[in-house]
């Protein structure tokens, strides 16, 4: 008797740990509306949201269930065409993939009606979910969709909002914004298809049965906002414990109490390094911090004998001594984003040999939102040598060049027994060199010197005789 009873007991206990497991549905609302034919990068914006979805979905665990409300895919100018395609007992995400790739463009875009058929099956379900409605248009119809979330919200319907505008202009996002924060979750706006995955793999994560975000960041760059991303980790250890980016918004993390120590770093292809803020979190705080990353840009430019040359620039603050940032030139103007200060630029010619092939400005100031333009000139001409028997026979041979003052070497190479490199070209900077050449194979043993001059942008050639 007592083993059926803790059988059971063991089976009941299993059973609630299966329920608390089991996380609340995710449930996608899918714009299917006339633009989403519209391309971005060469593909129609339906084709990105199909393939990026059907990827997000498919990354999804296995026990978690999905729904599908789609509008606009059936009919033209109808306000009604919406339909719940898959239900919120879905854990098949084929049937969301599936659904997705059918579908084709047509209609108008009811985003208030589409958010109350979400709600209204939460409500008739007595369920809780995680609402995620991609848009590539604002309301077309009859609706206003942050007034319908937050009445839903007031009548204590369990749900949680993100919102993803997918090509959307700024002053289009009023409304979408609205309804996302009465939803309790964010408004992102995305451009293209890697943004799309980003945002879509990160709010599929910040569900309804997550504890609600208490920290945000607030990141600009000049005055305006930047994406950046950001990492809490428990103060003092690498522990992560929660991580976002702020898309230009702000960007939340949840932080149980404690003390935390975050991570910020600015995106979007820039050399401004990150910064570290440590922030103390009790019962109830809700806290926001706004970072700015002020920076400016230097414009650098290398060339030889006046045109663009192939170039290792690096950037060293003067305070630290440390290097910035580098970049190498490939004959273009490049530019570098870093904070405001005083730097060394140092400029390493590649390819050119000589003793100027290096160069460095010190104490150049970099002013924040502006742009310091910096460029250096390298002189340089070309010296031919080849060696050669009487008859005109080619001869591999070494060839050493040395400069004529120190006699210390500054490059070499071997002439082999091609026209090809027979004579050798050698790039140099113009001055006076001393150069050593030394027979092998057949011919070997044979030796010579002499003294050339190379001036900027002419060929001095030298074919010896042995």
């Known amino acids: 008797m007592k083993k059926i009873m803790l059988l059971t007991i063991f089976l009941c206990f299993g059973f609630i740990l299966n329920a608390q ?44 269930n999905v729904g599908l409300i789609a509008y606009g895919h059936r009919k033209k100018g109808d306000c009604d065409d ?12 084929t049937k969301i993939t599936d659904a997705i790739e059918k579908m084709n463009p047509t209609g108008k875009t009811p985003l208030a009606r589409s958010a109350t058929m979400a709600i209204t099956s939460l409500k008739e379900n007595n369920t809780k979910a995680t609402i995620i409605l991609i848009t590539d248009g604002i309301e077309s ?30 002053g289009e996002t009023k409304q979408l914004k609205c309804a996302a924060n009465a939803g309790g979750g964010h408004y992102y706006n995305v451009a293209d298809a890697g943004g799309l995955g980003d945002v879509l793999n990160e709010v599929t994560t910040q569900t309804v049965d997550k504890p609600n975000e208490n920290f945000s960041i607030y990141a600009t760059k000049n005055g305006a906002p930047v994406d950046a991303w950001i990492k809490a980790t428990k103060s ?170 120190s006699d210390k070497r500054i490059t070499g190479a071997r002439t082999y027994t091609s026209a090809k490199s027979n004579p050798r070209e050698f790039l140099l900077n113009p001055g006076t060199y001393t150069v050593y050449l030394r027979t092998l194979g057949k011919h070997k043993g044979h030796s010579d010197s002499f003294t050339i001059t190379v001036k900027a942008g002419e060929t001095v050639e030298k074919i010896t005789t042995f």
Not at 290 to 298: E, K, V
């Open 141 to 170: 119809c009859d609706g206003n969709i942050c007034n319908v979330v937050t009445e839903a919200k007031a009548n204590g319907v369990d749900f949680k909002l993100h919102i993803v505008g997918f090509g959307l202009k700024d």
């Open 21 to 64: 497991e089991q996380p609340s549905p995710i449930l996608f609302i899918y714009d299917a509306s006339g633009s989403m034919w519209g391309q971005l990068d060469g593909q129609t914006k339906k084709e990105i949201a199909s393939s990026v979805l059907a990827s997000t979905v498919g990354n999804l665990p296995n026990n978690q």
């Open 236 to 405: 003092g250890s690498k522990e992560a414990v929660d991580g976002s980016r702020t898309y230009r918004d702000s960007g939340w993390v949840y932080l149980p109490p404690g003390k935390y120590d975050i991570a910020i770093r600015p995106l979007e292809g820039t050399d401004i390094p990150g910064t570290t803020i440590t922030v103390e979190m009790k019962e109830g705080d809700i806290k926001h911090e706004n970072i700015s990353f002020d920076g400016g840009t230097l414009e650098v430019f290398a060339t030889n004998n006046g045109k663009g040359w192939d170039t290792s620039v690096k950037m060293i603050d003067v305070n630290t001594g440390k290097v910035a940032t580098n970049v190498r030139t490939y004959g273009k103007v490049k530019t570098m984003e870093v904070p405001a200060g005083n730097y060394k630029i140092t400029f390493q010619a590649l390819v050119l040999k000589g003793n100027d092939t290096y160069f460095e400005a010190d104490n150049i100031k970099v002013s924040a939102n502006s742009t310091t333009p910096i460029s250096h000139n390298f002189e340089s001409g070309f010296a031919k040598i080849g060696a050669q028997t009487s008859s005109g026979e080619l001869i591999d041979a070494t060839v050493n060049f040395h400069d004529v003052n």
């Open 82 to 93: 919406i339909e719940y395609m898959v239900d919120l007992s879905n854990h098949s995400k």
